[in-house]
């Protein structure tokens, strides 16, 4: 995911288009960590069935956990506003209304705009 400052001057579907990407990402390299430790024990035992140990192979655990702390500590660093309605909308799989009742439509979206720019301005 390689973006440039021109995702700032865009407009909130672009934007929103980058965050999810963020949010994709991070949803799948949360779930293969989580499932890690499942895949080491089948592909110990005597019948392991060859897709296994390539999936087991292409994990990079590195990776996922040095991920999964960027993106946790950005929505650390962020107010709990902000960070609430990323996380909310992007990178757990919440139901689509969830913000009916703590906030207006006008004032959830001004939210949610400043939240995706900034968060954009610190993965950039």
């Not at 700032?8 to 960590?33: D, P």
């Not at 499932?35 to 390539?54: A, C, F, G, H, R």
Request: include cysteine; aromatic fraction near 16%.
């Amino acid at each position: 995911m390689v973006f440039d400052n021109s995702i700032l001057k865009s407009s909130f579907k672009v934007q929103c288009a980058g965050v999810e990407q963020f949010g994709n990402e991070y949803r799948r390299v949360k779930t293969l960590l989580t499932n890690n430790p499942i895949l080491v024990d089948m592909i110990k035992e005597q019948e392991t069935t060859y897709s296994l140990v390539d999936l087991h192979n292409q994990i990079n655990i590195s990776y996922c956990e040095k991920f999964i702390t960027f993106i946790d500590n950005i929505l650390n660093t962020m107010s709990f506003e902000y960070s609430r309605i990323l996380e909310n909308e992007f990178f757990t799989n919440t139901d689509s209304n969830w913000w009916y009742g703590i906030y207006s439509k006008s004032t959830f979206y001004r939210l949610k705009k400043k939240a995706m720019t900034l968060f954009l301005t610190y993965v950039i």
